[in-house]
């Protein structure tokens, strides 16, 4: 199937890659000449303009996007003029649900039609097997589907329902990303309070073979480990995408208590004015799996 993705930065490109190793025609579409570059040279065909990238071939048109939220209304007014009646344009990015449910309805007016693809795993995922909830109109979506198994690690893929309903419940793993971080980093805290002199580097490795606890959230921080033993070069500041604020705020919508979340918020806009080493932990995790920006020590 023919692939033609907007924004080709870490997880676009990963993306891409993926797509391509299960011989999917993948066209890209990125501003930055250096990303176009980059993914040129692994044999992807790239486009420094929208007249390229969606031709009419008298396909049924998939545009796959990965691009921050704020973005996502500007790009598909800027590719409207170039689709057609039954095109697809694939959000895959961390957008509102609230967002996606209009944006759903503004092209249904418009003919064209709308998934909502939560997209976890990191960069990682990305490349090699990602987590995709995916919502929208079931025969929509199931044109699609087996694209989205290809590029999903195995069982890593199902349809959530409804426009919207992707996206919600990305939003809501994120959510509980926050409140399992959190724990993961106040534990460290605790480690680095005591008399011990520990190794946090065999501990977190001990931890990630047959604890409870094991999980990739454990593994991306004993990577961080392996590369600053101490999380030294790093500065605890830890920023938030804006999902768990979302999700605290259809919680109180809903009237549901969610105080394990709703504190690792807080600790995040507090990692700003101090610099405890749980942030440091959160920060480094982060970095590991997103590739997130991390702030260095002055």
């Given at each position: ?53 969606l031709k009419d071939d008298g396909d049924r048109k998939i545009i796959w996007m990965?691009?921050?939220?704020q973005f996502v209304d500007q790009e598909i007014e800027n590719i409207t003029p ?162 768990g604020m979302w999700t605290i705020e259809e919680a109180l919508k809903y009237k ?43």
């Amino acid at each position: 199937m023919k692939i033609r993705l907007i924004g080709l930065g870490k997880m676009g490109a990963n993306i891409a890659l993926n797509l391509k190793d299960h011989g999917h025609i993948v066209y890209g579409f990125d501003l930055n000449k250096q990303a176009r570059e980059k993914l040129s040279a692994e044999g992807i065909k790239v486009f420094s303009d929208f007249d390229g990238l969606l031709k009419d071939d008298g396909d049924r048109k998939i545009i796959w996007m990965l691009i921050p939220n704020q973005f996502v209304d500007q790009e598909i007014e800027n590719i409207t003029p170039f689709l057609n009646q039954g095109d697809i344009i694939i959000d895959a990015g961390n957008s509102n649900f609230n967002l996606s449910m209009k944006r759903y309805e503004a092209l249904k007016i418009k003919g064209i039609d709308f998934i909502d693809l939560g997209t976890s795993g990191g960069t990682f995922g990305a490349r090699n097997g990602a987590c995709l909830m995916a919502g929208g109109e079931k025969e929509v979506v199931d044109y699609v589907e087996p694209v989205f198994i290809d590029v999903a690690v195995e069982d890593g893929y199902t349809y959530t329902g409804k426009p919207g309903s992707g996206h919600f419940v990305k939003m809501v793993h994120n959510g509980i990303e926050y409140g399992m971080m959190q724990a993961i980093a106040e534990g460290f805290d605790l480690l680095e309070a005591s008399p011990f002199e520990l190794d946090y580097q065999n501990i977190t490795k001990m931890w990630n073979h047959g604890s409870i606890i094991e999980s990739n959230l454990i593994g991306y921080i004993h990577e961080a480990f392996k590369k600053d033993a101490h999380l030294d070069e790093i500065a605890g500041r830890v920023d938030d995408s804006g999902e768990g604020m979302w999700t605290i705020e259809e919680a109180l919508k809903y009237k549901v208590a969610m105080p394990v979340i709703t504190q690792s918020l807080f600790s995040r806009y507090k990692s700003r004015d101090e610099d405890k080493f749980a942030e440091k932990v959160v920060a480094a995790m982060r970095k590991e799996f997103g590739g997130h920006a991390v702030y260095k020590k002055k």
